[in-house]
């Protein structure tokens, strides 16, 4: 069954830098978006990548700190999260979507997630 498995999260200082890996069972050119999910609120859309890399959308919060990236040859979507915030600390999870959208709902094979945890 096709999955996904990220990982790279952790506990980090504000101000510093995660980078997570959203790796996938087999090879797929899905469009690929990352979200995340705080403790007591809904899950939103951070990023997203469309399958040859063409058209990339961030959600406001983490535009000019987060750049995705994807690797086809090795099944590898990438977030590197920079600048990191208090704000940003929820499970972050990726997922697969026939079309570069930002909405959860539209988007299936849900990985088990990764926390970051930013805090001084």
């Known amino acids: 069954q096709f999955q996904f498995n990220e990982s790279g999260g952790g506990l980090v200082q504000p101000g510093g830098s995660l980078r997570l890996s959203c790796v996938a069972s087999g090879f797929t050119l899905d469009t690929i978006g990352w979200f995340r999910q705080a403790p007591g609120k809904e899950r939103e859309g951070v990023s997203c990548i469309s399958g040859t890399g063409n058209i990339i959308r961030y959600a406001d919060s983490v535009k000019g700190r987060f750049t995705i990236s994807r690797d086809n040859a090795k099944n590898t979507v990438y977030l590197q999260m920079n600048s990191l915030k208090s704000e940003d600390t929820a499970i972050y999870y990726c997922?697969?979507?026939?079309?570069?959208?930002?909405?959860?709902?539209?988007?299936?094979?849900w990985g088990q997630g990764t926390q970051v945890t930013v805090s001084s």
């Open positions: 997922a697969a979507a026939r079309i570069p959208t930002m909405t959860p709902h539209l988007y299936g094979y």
